[in-house]
């Protein structure tokens, strides 16, 4: 099992800045993605960013230029870094960490962060 543990998230005006982190814990695989996804009330779960353990990343077209995420091997954390934040960023932030063995892909969720954007 993994455990993963967010933090990070609050509340901010418009055009403000956030940073989210992820820390895993627990059976480690070395091969594995760790992404963002957020949750809009009455919406569904999305893909925000991800990460690869080489460094890969992928980005939805919405926070393209915007968010960076970034990760710490060492320290098995992923951070989001959110700019120019937007109302339409309002959601419940949710750490995912995909873990790889063979063909066999298992996914971890975290328990969920709230980012409110204020217009």
């Known amino acids: 099992q993994v455990q993963l543990v967010e933090s990070g998230g609050g509340l901010v005006q418009a055009g403000g800045s956030l940073r989210l982190s992820c820390a895993a814990s627990?059976?480690?695989?070395?091969?594995?993605?760790m992404g963002w996804y957020r949750q809009a009330p009455g919406k569904q779960r999305e893909l925000v960013a991800a990460?690869?353990?080489?460094?890969?990343?992928d980005y939805s077209n919405s926070v393209k230029g915007r968010f960076t995420i970034s990760r710490d091997n060492a320290k098995n954390t992923v951070y989001l870094q959110m700019n120019s934040l937007k109302p339409e960023d309002t959601g419940v932030y949710y750490c995912n960490r995909r873990q790889y063995s063979g063909v066999i892909s298992v996914d971890y969720w975290g328990q969920g962060t709230q980012v409110t954007v204020s217009s």
């Open positions: 990460i690869t353990n080489v460094g890969s990343t």
């Open positions: 627990g059976s480690i695989f070395s091969i594995n993605t």
